[in-house]
Every structure is written in structure tokens, then in C-alpha cells.
């Protein structure tokens, strides 16, 4: 009886040990799969920043952003999960650059038409926990990351701006160098 209990704790244990190699084997995968998701993301992300004025290509990025983090905000709101491809900020900032429907496709967006308009949508099964949806999040946080490194750009450029206007007023109010003759 002592033999056969201490199997089954040995068998029990050797099963847990395969699950949580198999867990381990499969949260790496995933991390890798986010990594390469990530990658391809920035890609898109630095081929709209290269097309574009950085006007428009913050206006492209902010509203993918909004997009696609509303989705991941409020995932029980069906309003979040899908856009009309005909409005005219989305049409105009988003769906009118290659990079940007190809971050939507890659993310996981598709397209069906639904009272004679095409729409954008996410489905409707995609929850968290589900690798769909975490290409959702990664899609998200590179979003968020390019936003906060160009605001960071941003104040950087108006710090030196300001510091180059300092200096020409300085050099403004000087008065010419003169010699003095002896």
C-alpha cells in the first residue's frame, strides 16, 4: 500500500513536472511569436513615420492607436470592435496609407461589408487570454511607445528651438565689437 501511494506521488509529480515544461515550452513560444509581431509592427509604424510629414503621420498613428486601444480597453463593447472604412478621419488619416491598413491586417482586423459599406472589425470571439488578442495589446503598446517617444522628440526639439532663440536675441543685443584707437 506504501509502495503504490508513493508511485502515484512520483507519477503525479513526474505529470505536473511535463506540465509545466509544456506551459513553460508554450509561454515561450508565445513571448517569441509577440516579439516577431512587435517587429513587424515597428516596421509599419517606421514606414508611416517615413512617408509622411510628422504632422500627419502623428495623426495617422494617434488614431490607429485610439482604434485599436479602445478594442483592447473595453473588450465586452461591441461599439469598439469594428469602424466604417467610409468615415472621413479614418479614411483620410488611416485607410488612405499602406502601412497603416497592413498594421490593421497584421493586428488582426478584417473587413466585411454590412448595409452596402465595408467595415473593419475585430471578432467578436477574440477575448483576452487568446493569442489573437495579444497581438492586440502588443499592437497597442508599440503604438503607445512610438507616441511617447515622439512626444519626447517633440520637447526635445522645442527645448533646442527656445535655446537657439535665446542665443540670436542674445547675440541681437550686443553691441558691435569695436576697436578703440590708441
Known amino acids: ?18 506540465l509545466a ?20 509592427i515597428k516596421k509599419h509604424i517606421n514606414d508611416i513615420t517615413g512617408q509622411l510629414r510628422y504632422e500627419a503621420a502623428s495623426n495617422c498613428l494617434q488614431l490607429l492607436h485610439t482604434l485599436i486601444d479602445n478594442v483592447v480597453s473595453h473588450p ?15 479614411a483620410a488619416l488611416v485607410l488612405s496609407q499602406p502601412p497603416a491598413v497592413d498594421i490593421l491586417v497584421e493586428t488582426g482586423f478584417r473587413t466585411r461589408t454590412q448595409d452596402f459599406q465595408q467595415q473593419w472589425f475585430v471578432p467578436d470571439d477574440w477575448k483576452p487570454g487568446v493569442w ?26 522645442k527645448l533646442n ?19 578703440v584707437e590708441l
Open 132 to 157: 489573437a488578442w495579444t497581438r492586440l495589446q502588443a499592437t497597442a503598446d508599440s503604438l503607445r511607445e512610438k507616441a511617447e517617444e515622439w512626444e519626447e522628440l517633440v520637447e526635445k526639439t
Open 21 to 40: 515544461s509544456t506551459a513553460t515550452a508554450a509561454q515561450s513560444d508565445n513571448t517569441e511569436a509577440v516579439r516577431k509581431h512587435k517587429l513587424k
Open 1 to 18: 500500500m506504501v509502495e503504490e501511494d508513493s508511485r502515484r506521488e512520483a507519477a503525479a509529480r513526474a505529470a505536473q513536472a511535463r
Open 161 to 179: 528651438a527656445q535655446r537657439e532663440k535665446a542665443v540670436e536675441s542674445a547675440r541681437k543685443v550686443r553691441p558691435p565689437f569695436s576697436f
Open 76 to 90: 465586452e463593447e461591441t461599439k469598439y470592435r469594428h469602424f466604417r472604412a467610409a468615415q472621413p478621419k479614418i
